[in-house]
Structures are given as C-alpha cells and as structure tokens.
T-cell receptor, first 117, second 112 residues
C-alpha cells in the first residue's frame, strides 16, 4: 500500500522555540494533505487542510499563525509549531490521499510526539 | 450538530470470541464509512471502507455493516486474538471536502 512518512517521530523543544514537522507521500502524489492533533486517549482532531500551491485552510479554533503549514510540492507538506508552549505538547499526525482518488482510504504518517519544556 | 460516536468504554473480550464495535452518527449523510486501527504512539492504519449501497463488507476475520437508516456501522472481529488489541476508529468524509472526521475510538483488549 501507499506510504506516508512523517519526521521526526519525537521532538523535545524549549518554550518559545519553533518546531517543524515534515510529511511526505513516498509513492504517490497528494494535492491535499491533512494535519491532525491527538490528545491522550482522545480521537484525532483535524487541524487544517494543506493544499499544494495554495494556502492551507484551518479548522475553527486553530490559530494559523501558531501552526504554519506549507505544501510546497505534491509529495511534501510541513507543519511548523511557532513559539511553542507546553500546552502545544501533543501527538501530531498527517495524512494524505492519492490525488484524483478522493473517495478512498487515507494513509497516515507515523505521528510526531512533541514535548515542549 | 454533527456527531460520530463510538463505544466510549474499553471493550475486553476473551481470545477466540467475536468483538463487536459500534459507530453511530448524526447529521451526516455519508456516501461511505471507514474503519481504522490505531496502536499506541502510531498513526491510524486503514482497515475497511463500506459504501452506502453496501450492507456488509468482509476482509479475512473482519466484517463491517452499514445501516444508513439507523445511521450506524458495526465492526466485527471474529476469532479474536491478543494481537487484535488496539484502538479502532470509525471515520466519515465531510461532504465534498475530502476531510476525514473521526469518532473517539474504542479500545479493544483481547485476553489470552
């Protein structure tokens, strides 16, 4: 099956610094990728939709200046958590579907565990 | 408001038994519904997709049903094994957006 690679899998950063998380589709093209956040024992909360070549669209309540998304190519989307604070500590997961096949399964990255100290 | 609800409590069963998980939704009219498995500290993995015109779908020991009148999907694992222990998530597409919206998941524990 298709593979989505997310990096890093774990990161610890100091308050006030920024962290970049990469999401790559390895064997397919994805014009759209999705970023989720997951709290312990909770479901995935959709944060934003990353659109190749255009601005990301954010879900209600998600600060676009805090969570910067860039989708520079058909295989790469990045999420930057800016000026991170301890409350940003969470599990972040990206997903993608093959371009031109919207009504099919989504492929997920391995997730990134962010800890802000 | 739109909701996707799964068994909120963990499900504990004995090895060899059938596990049945439920997913109910309100204020959605999905053309299809999906089930995923998530292990701790990992991203979800796709299991099955069922379309609105399909009543049932099977894949090895897995079976999914979809009742658009009841607005419910059931997910069955037959002859369960300890390796089936994980959290299972149902998901719906938000109409014409490509976004997948997830239920809160049900954690299944299969005891040997």
């Amino acid at each position: 099956g298709a593979v989505v690679s997310q990096h890093p899998s774990r990161v610890i950063c100091k308050s006030g610094t920024s962290v970049k998380i990469e999401c790559r589709s390895l064997d397919f093209q994805a014009t759209t990728m999705f970023w989720y956040r997951q709290f312990p024992k909770k479901s995935l909360m959709l944060m934003a939709t990353s659109n190749e070549g255009s601005k990301a669209t954010y879900e209600q309540g998600v600060e676009k200046d805090k969570f910067l998304i860039n989708h520079a190519s058909l295989t790469l989307s990045t999420l930057t958590v800016t000026s991170a604070h301890p409350e940003d500590s969470s599990f972040y997961i990206c997903s993608a579907r093959e371009s031109g096949r919207p009504n099919t399964e989504a492929f997920f990255g391995q997730g990134t565990r962010l800890t802000v100290v | 408001s739109q909701k996707i609800e799964q068994n909120s409590e963990a499900l504990n069963i004995q090895e060899g038994k059938t596990a049945t998980l439920t997913c109910n939704y309100t204020n959605y009219s999905p053309a299809y519904l999906q089930w995923y498995r998530q292990d701790p500290g990992r991203g979800p993995v796709f299991l099955l997709l069922i379309r609105e015109n399909e009543k049932e779908k099977r894949k090895e020991r897995l079976k999914v049903t979809f009742d658009t009148t009841l607005k419910q999907s059931l997910f069955h694992i037959t002859a369960s094994q300890p390796a089936d222990s994980a959290t299972y998530l149902c998901a719906l597409d938000e109409a014409n957006t490509g976004k997948l919206i997830f239920g809160q998941g049900t954690t299944l524990q299969v005891k040997p």
